[in-house]
């Protein structure tokens, strides 16, 4: 079974700019959740979507916005980026239901100049 | 507030001595306790999930233990193949996981 897959791998952006993030979670699984790694505060939860809905959302700006398609994969959204905002932003799918292990995919690492 | 604090931040081993991390944490009604590989530049693998003090799981050279306020993942006479950096995560509301900081394990032939 192929895993978790986001794109880009890699981005650099500038302040002000905004930029998508994608995700496609492992086949049949309808949770993706995403988070933010830094060296300062390591991982972070921004937000979870399960059949198209958001489920649950962490402390963080309104900056920061994501959707989820019919087929479970899920784009994440910042606008306005800062420079604080580089980081590894990181993609875990979920079966659902009561499956509650989270698989993670390999992340975008973004950079803001 | 739910908190996760592992320790040590940093851990050198030589081939065949074997250790443990720690996770201690803070959290109102515990629903699941979940240690994490990562690898550099990869995301992080799941290794287990604990859920009632006592409870224990193995997987080759590494035992994750659970009490009422810590967890502990043992390593047993580790290669470095096993250098890494290990994350301890609670659950809190939803899904949601609350990681710690990580230990970075490095060990040296």
């Known amino acids: 079974k192929a895993g978790v897959t986001q794109t880009p791998r890699y981005l650099i952006k500038t302040r002000g700019q905004q930029v998508t993030l994608s995700c496609s979670p492992i086949?049949?699984?309808?949770?993706v959740s995403w988070y933010q790694q830094t060296p300062g505060q390591g991982l972070q939860f921004l937000f979870e979507?399960?059949?198209?809905?958001?489920?649950n959302k962490g402390n963080f700006p309104g900056r920061f916005s994501g959707r989820q398609f019919s087929n479970s994969r899920s784009e994440m959204n910042v606008s306005t980026l800062e420079l604080g905002d580089s980081a590894l932003y990181l993609c875990?799918?979920?079966?659902?239901?009561?499956?509650?292990?989270?698989?993670f995919g390999p992340g975008t690492r973004l950079l803001v100049l | 507030e739910d908190q996760v604090t592992q320790s040590p931040e940093a851990l050198r081993l030589q081939e065949g001595e074997s250790s443990s991390l720690n996770c201690s944490y803070t959290?109102?009604?515990?629903?699941?306790l979940f240690w994490y590989r990562q690898d550099p530049g990869k995301g992080p693998e799941f290794l287990f999930t604990?859920?009632?003090a006592g409870e224990e799981k193995e997987k080759e050279r590494l035992k994750a233990t659970l009490t009422k306020k810590e967890s502990f993942l043992h390593i047993t006479a580790p290669k470095p193949e096993d250098s890494a950096t290990y994350l301890c995560?609670?659950?809190?509301?939803?899904?949601?996981?609350?990681f710690g900081k990580g230990t970075s394990l490095l060990v040296t032939p």
């Open positions: 875990a799918s979920r079966g659902g239901g009561l499956q509650e292990t989270q698989y």
């Open positions: 086949s049949g699984h309808r949770s």
């Open positions: 979507y399960f059949s198209e809905t958001q489920r």
């Open positions: 959290v109102s009604g515990l629903r699941g």
């Open positions: 604990l859920y009632s």
């Open positions: 995560a609670v659950r809190v509301s939803g899904y949601a996981l609350n």
